[in-house]
Every structure is written in structure tokens, then in C-alpha cells.
């Protein structure tokens, strides 16, 4: 079985702050990592993945994320955040031995950046 | 650049109603996938399709069926509506060996 937990719920950041939204991971093989932007009323957008190779991934709009295999985390950051990144983020998890396609998401983290 | 459609954006339906949904994966894309997200949910995976053939399926309840056609857009049909499938409704699509899937603006439906 695969999951993903997003240990909090909210987080609040000041504008130009740096952010972090945590995610750890639990497969049994190798894991392909994702996260994922959701604005009110939209679809999901693709932010960055971590498939193999350099752990620390960068994304679209200034993100990025660090792959720990020893701690079994994927946590997304940017340097210097914007009112504007304020959304629901989500991390998502598929096992490389896993026949589906399927994403596993977490249960998401609602970000909230204060001018 | 081409994103995922789907049709229709908002969808009013009675209980025991039927109703299907749309998606229209991006060009090229081998993959379609379909998700259900429940009011403050994160999504769940329902089925997918892989070259028109169904590759993998999840929690979709025998009620529902989908399909994808010989034209790649694919379209979820859902039966005997209940106050519970009131949903966002996602169709996401990808390249299976891009790994990432790009979804689309979702369709919400309300069951009353």
C-alpha cells in the first residue's frame, strides 16, 4: 500500500518569508513524488515531480522540493513567498513497482500568505 | 498550450438521475484519468484508461461506468445518483512515461 500524509492542516507564512509545506511518504518500492496547486474552484496544477536522481527538485513558480529518502519526505518550499501563492497544496504519491497510474494524494495543506 | 476540456463545468441532477461527464485529454496523451474530490477531500482515484483500454481502477462505485473512445476523450456515466456523488468530478490525462498528469477545471455535480 502507498500514502501520504500532510501533517498540517493550515499554514500561515508572511509575504517574502519562506515556506514550507511537509509531506511524508509510505510505499514499498521506490516512490515517484508529486505536488500539486489548487486554487478555489480550479482544477489541479502540476507544480513538481521527484521520479530519480538529484534530490532537490525545482518546479513552476519559484518551488521546489527536497526528496530525504531517510526520512521518507518530500517537502515543498520557496524562498520567498507571495500573497499570490496562497491555495491548497497537495502531495502525491505512486510506488514505481505499482502496475497502476494511480495518484495517491494527502489530505492537502491550505497555505495562507499575509501580506 | 492545450489543456485538459471538460463538459460540462456544473451539473444539477436529482436523485436516481443519470448523468455523464467529458473529458477531452490533451493531444497526444495516452493516459486518462478520472478522479472524484468531495467537499474539503483530496481527490480520489476512480479509473483510468490506457490507449482506450481501462488500466487500473479504484473506489468507483458499480453504479458508475467510463469509457474512452477512438478519439481519446473519454466520458464517465453515472447511474442511480445519490446525495453522496455530489463531487467535484476531475479528469486528469498524461504520458505514461512522463509520470506527471495534468488535470483539468473539473466538473462539479450537485445531486439533489
Known amino acids: 500500500a502507498q500514502s501520504v500524509a500532510q501533517p498540517e492542516d493550515q499554514v500561515n507564512v508572511a509575504e517574502g518569508n519562506p515556506l514550507t509545506v511537509k509531506c511524508t511518504y509510505s510505499?514499498?518500492?521506490?516512490?515517484?513524488l508529486f505536488w500539486y496547486v489548487q486554487y478555489p474552484n480550479r482544477g489541479l496544477q502540476f507544480l513538481l515531480k521527484?521520479?530519480?536522481?538529484?534530490?532537490l527538485v525545482k518546479g513552476s513558480y519559484g518551488f521546489e522540493a527536497e526528496f530525504n529518502k531517510s526520512q521518507t519526505s518530500f517537502h515543498l518550499k520557496k524562498p520567498s513567498a507571495l500573497v499570490s501563492d496562497s491555495a491548497l497544496y497537495f502531495c502525491a504519491v505512486r510506488d514505481e513497482g505499482d502496475s497502476g497510474y494511480a495518484l495517491n494524494f494527502g489530505k492537502g495543506t491550505s497555505l495562507l500568505v499575509t501580506p | 498550450a492545450a489543456g485538459v476540456i471538460q463538459s460540462p463545468r456544473h451539473l444539477i441532477k436529482e436523485k436516481r438521475e443519470t448523468a455523464t461527464l467529458k473529458c477531452y485529454p490533451i493531444p497526444r496523451h495516452d493516459t486518462v484519468y478520472w478522479y472524484q474530490q468531495g467537499p474539503g477531500q483530496d481527490p480520489q482515484f476512480l479509473i483510468s484508461f490506457y490507449e482506450k483500454m481501462q488500466s487500473d481502477k479504484g473506489s468507483i462505485p458499480d453504479r458508475f461506468s467510463a469509457q474512452q473512445f477512438s478519439d481519446y476523450h473519454s466520458e464517465l456515466n453515472m447511474s442511480s445518483l445519490e446525495l453522496g456523488d455530489s463531487a467535484l468530478y476531475f479528469c486528469?490525462?498524461?504520458?505514461?512515461?512522463?509520470?506527471?498528469?495534468?488535470f483539468g477545471p473539473g466538473t462539479r455535480l450537485t445531486v439533489t
Open positions: 521527484y521520479i530519480t536522481g538529484d534530490n
Open positions: 486528469a490525462s498524461s504520458l505514461r512515461e512522463r509520470y506527471e498528469q495534468y
Open positions: 510505499v514499498s518500492g521506490n516512490p515517484y
